[in-house]
């Protein structure tokens, strides 16, 4: 069954405006929780992640959250920017096997300029 | 400078005709990862070595294998490619320990015949 799952699939902001995706995981001992950014025909890319022992990181325009108790985290990108636009997959190592990364569905976000 | 490196980048096969796909890694990381990515679609985990263990994910099919002959090279073999096996083919390689990031090569891109 799916162990990441990701809303929403698809996102479109105004220029300026902030965007939020989220994501659910079911395994309670995952601890590294990565966002990916994925340009079209190009590889992912890292853009932030966090890890269990802490609640938020932010770099920049982007942070995230996590929600243990929930088992829930959030990708918060602010003053969006038309380059911004991608695809974005966050991503959670299974508990059981701690090198086992399962990918959300991914989210389409698309900033107008 | 290139850390994971694909080859080919794409690679046309005809129906049935076996394919073998290659990912080196100058990293030395003990985790290497294949992911089948089709369009729109998230990377979906084949299978992972951690070292020389190899961990075959349950939903992958019989027709795709690997081999990890040292630990800088990883290789994807299918067998008998179907219509449905085209699609990306991404290698990523980890430190391992399930906390550190993903590192991507650039991908490999089947078309079948």
């Known amino acids: 069954g799916e162990n990441v799952e990701q809303h929403p699939s698809t996102l479109s902001v105004q220029e300026g405006d902030s965007a939020v995706i989220k994501c659910t995981y079911s395994?309670?001992?995952?601890?590294?929780f990565p966002w990916y950014k994925q340009e079209l025909g190009k590889r992912p890319q890292l853009i932030i992640d966090?890890?269990?022992?802490?609640g938020e990181k932010k770099d920049q325009r982007i942070a995230v959250t996590l929600n243990k108790t929930a088992k829930h985290f959030s990708l918060h990108i602010t003053e969006t920017q038309p380059e911004d636009s991608a695809v974005y997959f966050c991503?959670?190592?299974?508990?059981?096997?701690?090198?086992?990364?399962?990918f959300g569905a991914g989210t389409r976000l698309t900033v107008k300029p | 400078d290139a850390m994971v490196i694909q080859n080919p980048r794409y690679q046309v096969t005809q129906f049935g005709k076996p394919v073998t796909l290659s990912c080196s890694q100058t990293?030395?990381?003990?985790?290497m990862y294949w992911y089948q990515q089709k369009s729109s679609q998230a990377p979906k985990l084949l299978f992972h070595y951690y070292d020389k263990d190899f961990n075959n994910e349950a939903d992958t099919p019989d027709n795709f294998q690997s081999r990890r002959p040292n630990t800088s090279f990883c290789f994807l073999d299918i067998r008998s490619p179907g219509l449905g096996d085209a699609a990306m083919y991404l290698c990523?390689?980890?430190?391992?320990?399930?906390?550190?990031?993903?590192?991507f090569g650039e991908g490999s891109r089947l078309t079948v015949l």
């Open positions: 990293l030395n990381h003990n985790v």
């Open positions: 991503a959670a190592i299974l508990g059981g096997n701690n090198n086992d990364m399962r």
């Open positions: 395994d309670s001992a995952s601890n590294y």
């Open positions: 966090i890890r269990s022992n802490v």
């Open positions: 990523a390689t980890s430190r391992g320990g399930g906390t550190g990031e993903l590192f």
